[in-house]
């Protein structure tokens, strides 16, 4: 079957998904927005579960229990300045790979964990506090002084610097993070066709599930209690989180520099990124 007629079936069913809600919401729309929330916290495993195997190969598996499940996290021993790196949604540690390797050859040591409910750790959902937790084990035991976070990772560690400053690292480094939280989930929704009686549903579940309001999670506000410069890396046309996110992030980020990419999308999967991050990190040693 051509690769044209697999994405138009895969956007169909995603539109199925979407409108089967909204047919619930016609009835219970408590009921659409759980179950909106539900499919929104549970990543698919065919999109995070493969793994770059030489690249495992040449790193110390380890795993850390946080809330009840195995956190898989692995290292790539260097004589350097420890790095942590948190990949995001629908990802795992491999995602890394090309930033590793320039990690490796300037001699830093190097953490990346497989988020809850991704890659090779355990669970079946995923939310951005988990995700803290995760990182709050890791940073407290492993003392890294580098924290580098793409899309959710990086939503995640400015959540756990924010309720945690006595973590907080000598750098921070931000890749395509979006800030307002109901605002992605609103972006999600409207993607696979849910409608607006959903939204106010998943809203109203997730208040209930968590004890806060969608609405309190705010990258935006978070960042200003964060005290540690750093980087933050945005692209032009990135369709996950707009460039204005990053912006207003950069805003209320004191302190930090920001780097606009073109063409890289929400990954930010490309030599300049690396680059960036390298030539940052080599002026930001510690001392």
């Known amino acids: 079957m051509p690769a044209r007629a697999k994405i138009t079936i895969s956007q169909l069913a995603i539109r199925a998904v979407g409108a089967s809600v909204n047919s619930v919401a016609l009835f219970s729309p408590q009921q659409a927005g759980k179950i909106a929330l539900d499919l929104f916290s549970k990543p698919r495993a065919r999109k995070h579960k493969v793994h770059d195997p030489d690249l495992l190969a040449e790193a110390r598996q380890e795993s850390v229990v946080v809330n009840g499940h195995a956190v898989r996290f692995f290292h790539w021993a260097g004589d350097g300045p420890r790095v942590l790196l948190a990949h995001g949604w629908e990802s795992n540690a491999s995602r890394w790979e090309a930033l590793v390797r320039a990690l490796q050859r300037h001699g830093y040591d190097i953490v990346a964990p497989d988020a809850p409910s991704h890659g090779l750790s355990g669970g079946e959902t995923f939310n951005v506090a988990l ?21 959710a990772g990086g939503m995640a560690a400015v959540f756990l610097l924010y309720n945690h400053p006595e973590l907080t690292p000598q750098n921070l480094v ?97 030599e300049e990124v690396v680059r960036t991050i390298i030539d940052y990190l080599e002026n930001h040693k510690p001392t």
Do not use: C
């Open 131 to 151: 995700y803290a937790d995760a990182l709050r084990e890791l940073m407290a035991s492993l003392r890294p002084q580098t924290l580098i976070g793409h899309s």
């Open 174 to 270: 931000l890749l395509a993070v979006p800030s307002e939280l109901d605002v992605l989930m609103d972006r999600f929704r409207r993607m696979v066709g849910m409608n607006e009686t959903v939204f106010h549903g998943m809203m109203d579940a997730f208040h209930g599930r968590y004890g806060w309001k969608m609405s309190d999670f705010s990258i935006r506000r978070f960042i200003q209690e964060v005290r540690v410069p750093g980087l933050l890396i945005h692209d032009r046309n990135d369709p996950i989180a707009p460039l204005e996110e990053g912006l207003s992030i950069h805003r209320n980020w004191k302190n930090s520099r920001l780097t606009v990419t073109q063409g890289l999308g929400h990954s930010l999967h490309g």
